[in-house]
């Protein structure tokens, strides 16, 4: 598969099942994910909501006409850096059939690329810290551990 096209487009709402699926291919998604048939309303409302706003992008990646990968692009204003924005990456994710030949990497360097193209001064994301093959994979794509983040669940 790493030899054929990989191809980031826009999700639709057909996507949703298959990207909830992935969301919750992990031991922090199973807890947090609910994959059902029909979609969860809330799941839905969320993608309409990302759909409308111009600065959200809901992506999936597609090798041969199979969704493989999925992420969420965000575009942030911000007063800081003389005004600059910066791109958000969220919920990156890879279908586990195809983890390991590069998808991610594919995927990321997309999102970077788009972030450059819009003009954003940085590009930046967090992940779990429970999370360490990831921390690798990103510091290993140029993302540096620069911050402490805090959550809080509401």
Known sequence: MSQHIL?????????IPGIL?????DELGKAREVV???????????F????EDANQHLVVAEVDGRVVGTLQLSYLPGMSHRGSWRAQIEAVRVDSATRGIGLGKRMILWAVDEAKARGCRMVQLTSNASRRDAHRFYEGL??????????KVL
Do not use: N, Q
């Not at 699926?21 to 291919?25: E, Q, Y």
């Not at 059902?36 to 969320?46: E, F, N, R, T």
């Not at 140029?142 to 959550?151: I, M, N, R």
């Open 7 to 15: 191809t980031m487009r826009p999700a639709i709402e057909a996507d």
């Open 21 to 25: 699926r992935m969301l919750a291919d």
């Open 36 to 46: 059902s048939d029909p979609v969860d309303p809330a799941y839905l409302a969320a």
């Open 48 to 51: 309409r909501a990302i759909a």
């Open 142 to 151: 140029g993302f540096e551990a620069s911050h402490v983040g805090f959550k």
